[in-house]
């Protein structure tokens, strides 16, 4: 039996920590027949851009 609490795991950490190509086919092997899979995906992604971009721009303006 699949979680639900596995699937947002897998697809918000999957892209970030192997990379977007392989964590994305890791997501498809095991949630591939899930239309909430690809959209999790695509919504961590863009939210982990936007964390990542914020954070970046913090510690950069914290050093000057």
């Known amino acids: 039996k699949q979680s639900k609490m ?16 392989i ?6 092997k ?5 239309l909430r899979a690809y959209l999790t995906v695509s919504i961590s992604l863009i939210i982990a851009t936007f964390l990542l971009t914020w954070l970046n721009d913090f510690i950069i303006n914290i050093i000057r």
């Not at 897998?10 to 192997?18: D, G, M, R, V």
């Not at 964590?23 to 498809?28: A, F, L, R, S």
Request: net charge neutral; with cysteine; proline share 7%.
């Open 30 to 34: 095991f949630y591939g027949n899930s």
């Open 6 to 21: 596995g699937l947002v795991l897998i697809c918000f950490l999957a892209p970030l920590f192997l990379s977007i190509p």
């Open 23 to 28: 964590g994305t086919i890791i997501v498809v």
